[in-house]
Structure formats: C-alpha cells, structure tokens
C-alpha cells in the first residue's frame, strides 16, 4: 500500500504556471507508474499524465500536452506536474495515482489515490 499526498495547488491568472507534487510513502514507490488525473465539477475524473516507474517514458492528454510535464524522483519518492500557459479549462482538482499497468489511462487501472488538490485557473 502506498500513500500519496498531493501539493501545490492554487488560485492562478489564465497563462500563469503552477507546479504540483505529490508524495509517495512506502518503499515501492518505484516499482509503480505515476498518474496524474483531475476533476472538474460535474464531470469525470480524466486522464491528464503518466510517467513510466524508471521516468523514462511519458504520455499526456492531447489537451495538455506541450503545457504540461510530468516528472519523478524516485529517490525522494516524488511525482511532479509542471503545468504551464493554463487555461480557465485547466481548473479542477488534480488527483495523483499508482498504477501496476504500463503506462495506462484508464481510472481503474490505478490502486492508490491521493486527496487531490485544488487548481483553480483565473481570467
């Protein structure tokens, strides 16, 4: 079992930048890929980013990429999204995950959840 705890999250004006974390217990932590996911008021939770468990390989969502980047330090037991030029639709709370599966997209394919954080994208 591993526990996560997102961070990072704020009010920011639309083409600003934000960096979130998230922080992995548990000596495992490197044998999982990393997702990261969000959620919008009244809508699905969806697929944002993955990193594979060595952070060699990567995979976004058409809507962020080349604004956002996942990273991980595996010895700090830490995942990261730099997310840049955000947008009004960017706002929601942001969610990162475990996954035993290569590089997937899918919600239930991921085991372990962190609170989220709340990223709220200003005009």
């Known amino acids: 079992q591993v526990q996560l705890v997102e961070s990072g999250g704020g009010l920011v004006q639309a083409g600003g930048s934000l960096r979130l974390s998230c922080a992995a217990s548990?000596?495992?932590?490197?044998?999982?890929?990393m997702g990261w996911f969000r959620q919008a008021p009244g809508k699905e939770r969806e697929f944002v980013a993955v990193?594979?468990?060595?952070?060699?390989?990567?995979f976004y969502a058409d809507s962020v990429k080349g604004r956002f980047t996942i990273s991980r330090d595996n010895a700090k037991n830490m995942v990261y999204l730099q997310m840049n030029s955000l947008k009004l639709e960017d706002t929601a709370v942001y969610y990162c995950?475990?996954?035993?599966?290569?590089?997937?997209?899918?919600?239930?394919?991921?085991?372990?959840w962190g609170q989220g954080t709340q990223v709220t994208v200003s005009s």
């Open positions: 995950a475990t996954s035993t599966r290569w590089m997937t997209v899918s919600t239930r394919d991921y085991d372990n």
């Open positions: 548990g000596r495992t932590f490197r044998r999982y890929a």
């Open positions: 990193i594979s468990w060595s952070g060699g390989l990567t």
